[in-house]
């Protein structure tokens, strides 16, 4: 039995790890693999480095800070997690943990959906990130694919910025609480927020992103394509402990504790700014907040 067991070994999880270790408690992370940071180039907009930084480094540099002060760091995927005798029981692609505390940073769920040159054009005009990378397509024409309110809100990170965004919901209606948010921002005065509704059966350019194919023939020119499918996947494991509300969103106090007694959430599955900043920002209050509540119940494992 941990003390803390962390689910995700990105900014959030091993910042929320920083904390634990150092306030004396046993702790454990687990991440599948290196989340949104396996995705990213550079990192420019992060405090303290001067000329920037890999993902790829800062990810490896944040293990080894963490591994120094004790933290056990894992690389087990997390099948379920569910709570029975006075313990979190996490069941992993290895085995099975239990934990005083739980503390999730599993990141934002970036779902690709199964669309003809994304995969070849990542990085080239595909991004994941409209906070990220919008700035590169100033004045241009984008799209971002999704239908649900987290589409529209990438979107809303666009339009200030861009020519014309246009949201490409690939043949489905756009969810209610999407739409919502959209007719919110055209009331408001945005005036270069579209959506097209039919199915997407292409991304091309050479060697960068030139325009979007639809199934019925058309096309749509754009320098940028945005992905913003579904929600983070961090809910379908928050709903098994009871801490997602009914759309699924975690519902969270200000020290990112749930309603469960000793459940905590950090990072970008706990929406708002996608950035690392946020997720460390997170990790350093779930932790101190996991602290907090082990010191509260009067156990050490
Ligand atoms: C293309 C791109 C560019 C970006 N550029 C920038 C930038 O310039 N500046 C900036 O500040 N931010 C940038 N970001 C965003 C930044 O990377 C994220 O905000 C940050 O990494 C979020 O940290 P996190 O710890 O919440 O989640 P993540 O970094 O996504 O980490 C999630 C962790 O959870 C693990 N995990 C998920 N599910 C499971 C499971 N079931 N079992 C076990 N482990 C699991 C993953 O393996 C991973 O270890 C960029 C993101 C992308 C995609």
């Known amino acids: 039995m941990t003390d803390v067991f962390i689910i995700g070994k990105g900014p959030a999880g091993i910042s929320a790890a920083l904390y634990t270790i150092r306030a004396g408690f046993s702790t ?65 692609d290895r085995g099975l943990h239990e934990a005083r505390t739980l503390i999730l940073a599993s990141g934002a769920s970036r779902k690709v959906p199964p669309v003809k040159g994304l995969k070849e054009l990542e990085g080239r005009g595909v991004s994941y990130c409209a906070v990220c990378d919008g700035f590169f397509f100033r004045q241009k024409d984008v799209c971002v694919i999704g239908n649900g309110r987290y589409a529209v809100s990438e979107a809303l990170h666009l339009t200030p910025t861009s020519a014309k965004v246009t949201v490409l919901t690939g043949g489905r209606e756009l969810e209610a609480d999407a739409k919502e948010l ?29 325009r979007v194919v639809l199934e019925d023939g058309r096309s749509i020119e754009a320098s940028g394509v945005f992905i913003a499918e579904g929600t983070a996947s961090a809910t379908d494991l928050a709903r098994k402990l009871g ?15 749930t309603f469960v007694p000793g459940f905590f959430a950090a990072g970008d599955c706990t929406g708002g700014l996608l950035q690392v900043a946020k997720a460390v920002a997170d990790g350093a209050i ?13 156990k050490k494992a």
Request: proline letters at 2%.
């Open 286 to 298: 779930a932790g101190t907040a996991a602290g907090k509540y082990l010191r509260s119940i009067g």
């Open 182 to 210: 959209l007719e919110e921002a055209v009331k408001n005065g945005t005036e270069n927020l579209f959506v097209e509704n039919a199915k997407v059966s292409e991304v091309t350019g050479d060697p960068m992103v030139e």
């Open 28 to 92: 454990t992370v687990t991440g599948k693999d290196m989340g949104a940071l396996g995705k990213a180039d550079r990192i420019d907009n992060y405090y303290g480095f001067a000329e920037g930084i890999t993902a790829g480094e800062l990810f490896e540099n944040g293990i080894k800070g963490a591994e120094r002060l004790g933290v056990t760091v894992l690389s087990e995927e997390v099948l379920d997690i569910g709570f029975a005798d006075g313990a979190f029981k996490i069941t992993t």
């Open 243 to 257: 801490a997602a509300g009914p759309d699924g969103k975690l519902m969270l106090n200000e020290d990112m504790s």
